[in-house]
Each structure stands twice: as structure tokens, then as C-alpha cells.
């Protein structure tokens, strides 16, 4: 069959495969591309232990499993109403790389460089398919201003904006995905009825409910209390696909099993949030005491993830619910994957920083810096201005008024409180002192794995703006073999200042100024690119399979 390239895609003559309206795939970015961005992606095995959970609770895993299968397909269709109809021109023997590539991106488009179609040349919309093709900012905007009545369902985290006999409406994720939506709501409930755990029995009923309504508000409450074996986040959570206006919801899971032990641990940091909200670098006005404090910490063993969470980059932590009712009124949780933070260590996290670390801050670097960094960054997410009071009086939140500037803000702001928690809890006793050193070194090491993934994206563009910021203040600097080093004196400074600006311009809900502070810091520079090429052969991350859940569905 002849080939011929044109625009960096290979074009294959004569081949349109129809679907449903005869999807074109014949435009592909050449092999040797795509096998090259499957590389960047470590394979392993994930690892979980399922020798401690009862025969009851495998019955659960084995539902939970299958909705969260329910979960990949439909995040594929909140990236793009396209996607099915792609993936089925994709089942040709020669078109396996191009497909396992766009089952781990979810989409033809590539998260690991700042979404670049490998399938066809369109560029991925802003706002994914959350919103009718074609849609500007300007027009959304223009609606509402026309329309104020439709604000609240429109700015929805769980509406799809259509366009239907050229007007545009906001309709309910639960009639859009009506279909996977109550298969999904099938087995939850069927997994509730299995249940010996009553907390968890409790969340799935509520949580198969929800489904149904878009109402999470009830299950996300009785997620706070799960205190058995088995930890499980399963809905829409997190905006980040939602470039347009981070506003839409995106399907995800987690299915995992608690480590108890190791939770008890880390529990104690969860008893100083009221002492590390006081310590924050901001006005006295600012700060947040509202939030509920029970914020249980959870360390776990993955043994399956699904939709928003895997897609392209694996996720090492979270920090859930985002409702800010919840939040106020029982705090958050947070959950440390600690079998992906261990995979992605190894095969990811420790090739890179050889490579770019001076030799005296390589000694330095521990896999426990690294996790702990990781638990502070998702305790930092419950710290700060949430619901905020504008000058007029009128109450909003930091996510409405930062729009799409929000999620890149808000991981900026994460990372740098990360670090600065760690300091003040270092003086309380909880974390050894002994760590102080080894916590900036593994800081500075662990930014290049998240720039890699593209400064567009929410948590490398974050890092862009920290790594940018502290360079300007002295805090990091190029040794003669061109090798990162850092001041150790000007770090802990230089973060403070950067995080009084963050929570500050949070605190205000200043547009112009986040708009401000990511122009100028969420910048490529050429130190940052001779880093990064550096690091062009090494893994960016890893591309896990779940043998225990497959094993679990035998």
C-alpha cells in the first residue's frame, strides 16, 4: 500500500474507514513516532496484595472492576463523541501501536506533547466534548451575559453544553451517558448488597444513586467515613480535561486496598491542618478555618484505576472531594497510591534525576522525601482560600473566578506549600529534620518528571511556574557540567514569597493577576529545554496493567 507523508503524517492512500458518519483515520503521524511515544511509557505489572481481604470483598472487587471498565468508556466519550468511532477504525492488525497509543491518551491526541493529534490533524478543543464544536469563550460568555438564568447550570461541573436548533443548552451528564451511566449505578448497587462493610455499603448506595441524579453531594459525605478494606472513588471529579473553562467534571476510579499500618503512620500530619493553615504565608483575612478537620489519610495498594485518572500519566495521589460543602463541613481525603509512587520511582523518577542532579544533591534523594512530598502536596489541596467573599460582597469560589487559569494555579500552589508544610512539620517532630536536606534535593529532582508532561497541562505547567520563579530568585542555578544545583539557604525563602502571591491573588479571586504571574512563569526556558533533553530517552512515566484485577475477574 503506498504511503506518503504530508504535514508529518503519514497518509495511506484510498483508506477511510467508516463508523457511524465514515470516521477518517487515514492521516497518522509516521510509525516511528508513535512507537516513540509508546516508549516514553515504562510497562510493568502492578503489584497489589489481595492475600488480606475476605472472599466477600473479592465479590465487591469484581463489580467495582466492571463499572470501572464502564468508567474508561465513558471518559473516552467526554474527550470526544468521536472517540468510539476511531478506536473502531482502528482494529486492523497494522494500526496496533496507533490504537494502544490512543487507549492510553484516551483519544488521538497525544497528553505527553501538549496534545498533538497523532490520528488526523485537528487539534483537540479546548473544552474536549463538554461543549458544541466550534464554541469561543467569547460565545459562552455572551450567553450567559444574555441569559443569567441558565449561569448555574451552565457553569455545572456535571452538564454537557449542546447545541440544539442553534441555541445552546446545558443538559444533565445522566441523560447524555444515560446508557453507561446506569450500568454503572447497576453494579454499584450490586456491589452495596455484598458488602459486610456498612461504610462502604452506605457510599455505594448513595454513589449508585448519584450516578442517576448528578447530585454527589450525599455520597462524597459518606465517602469521608469509609473505614474498611477496600477504598473506592468512582464518578466525576477533577477539571483538568476541561481546558476551556475548568468547569466540567471528568469520570474516574479508584479501586484500591487500604494499607492500615502504613495509614496509621501518616495519619498524624492530618492533626495539624488548623496549625499549618496559621503558619500559611498570607494575610491573617485570608485564611481558612471554615474547612472541616477530620481529613482521614489513607495509604493504599492500587488494584485497578479508570477514566480521567489514567489517562496518558498515572496518578501517584489524591485528594478528594472537591465539593467545597464537603470540605467545609468534614475537611478532605487524601490517598497515597503507594504501589504506583514506588513503580513510578523506579522506573521513572530515579533515571531522571541522574541525569540532571549535581552529584553532591543526587546523595540526597530518598523514595520517602519523595512520598512525603507527595502526602503534603495533597494536604496542601485542603489548605487556602476556597469559598471566597468578592469586593461586592458576594460569595464565589477560587475555581470560578481563576476559570481556566484555576487547575495549574491551584497544583502550582500544592507543590509549594508541599514543601513548606513538610519544613513546619519538621519542627513539630513529625517529620525527622534529618529530612530537610534530602526534601529539597528529591523537590528539585521530581520537577522534571512532571515538565515532561507538557507545561500546557495542569501539574507540569504548575511546576514550570515554581521551577521559573525560583531560578529568577536564586534558589536553583546550572553547575559547570550544566547539572542542577540548589541553594539550600534561598529555597525555603523563595517558596514563601511565591506562595503568598499564589494563595493571595486565590484569596481575591484576581484573574489578571494569576493571568499575569502564568504568562510570565509558565515559560519553556532554555534551561528548562536542555533538561528536558537530557532526559529524551529515559521513561516519562509508566504504563501499568492490573494483573490482580484480572485475576479477581477469572
Known sequence: MQTRKVLGMVVIAGLVIGGCGHRDISKKAPLEVVQAELAKLAPLELQCDLTQITASEKEVLKRLVQAGRLIDELFLLQVSPDNPKIRRALQNPQDQPYLELFTIMFGPWNRLDQDKPFINEDEKPLGAGFYPAGITREEFTAHLKANPQD?????????????????????????????????????????????EDPTLQTYLQLRAEAFQTDDYFASDMAWMDLAGNLEVVIGPYEVYEDKLF?????????????????????????????????????????????????????????????????AGVQTTAFNLPNDERVREAKGSKKV????????????????????????????????????????????????????????????????????????????????????????????????PTSMENSMYASYLGGMFRSIRFGIEEAHGGGVAIQFNYLMEHDAFKQNNEGKLTL??????????????????????????????????????TPVMQDMIERLQDLPVDIRPSYPAAELLMQ
Open 336 to 431: 497515597m497510591l503507594k504501589n504506583i509512587a514506588q513503580a513510578k520511582f523506579e522506573k521513572s523518577y530515579i533515571p531522571i534525576v541522574n541525569a540532571i542532579l549535581a552529584a553532591d544533591q543526587l546523595e540526597q534523594v530518598s523514595f520517602d522525601a519523595y512520598f512525603t512530598h507527595v502526602l503534603m502536596h495533597e494536604i496542601s489541596h485542603g489548605l487556602g482560600p476556597g469559598i471566597i467573599a468578592l469586593q461586592d460582597g458576594s460569595q464565589t469560589t477560587v475555581q470560578k473566578e481563576l476559570k481556566e487559569l484555576y487547575s495549574v494555579i491551584e497544583e502550582c500552589k500544592a507543590d509549594v506549600l508541599g514543601i513548606i508544610n513538610m519544613h513546619f512539620l519538621m519542627g513539630k517532630g513529625i517529620i
Open 246 to 310: 475548568n468547569a466540567k467534571a471528568a469520570y474516574e476510579a479508584f479501586i484500591c486496598i487500604v494499607d492500615h499500618q502504613e495509614s496509621e503512620k501518616l495519619a498524624a500530619a492530618a492533626r495539624y491542618l488548623n496549625d499549618m493553615e496559621a503558619n500559611l504565608p498570607i494575610a491573617d483575612r485570608y485564611k481558612n478555618f471554615n474547612r472541616g478537620t477530620s481529613s482521614p489519610i489513607k495509604v493504599v495498594q492500587e488494584l485497578f484505576s479508570a477514566g480521567d485518572t489514567k
Open 151 to 195: 449561569a448555574e447550570s451552565f457553569m455545572s461541573n456535571f452538564t454537557v453544553i449542546q447545541r440544539q436548533q442553534g441555541k445552546l443548552i446545558a443538559v444533565p451528564f445522566h441523560q447524555v451517558y444515560r446508557e453507561q451511566v446506569d450500568k454503572v449505578s447497576s453494579l454499584l448497587r450490586e456491589a452495596a448488597e455484598l458488602s
Open 487 to 524: 541553594n539550600s539557604r534561598q529555597i525555603l525563602p523563595a517558596l514563601n514569597e511565591l506562595a503568598s502571591e499564589l494563595l493571595t491573588l486565590q484569596a481575591e479571586g484576581d484573574y489578571p493577576r494569576a493571568q499575569k504571574l502564568v504568562t510570565k512563569y509558565r515559560q519553556m
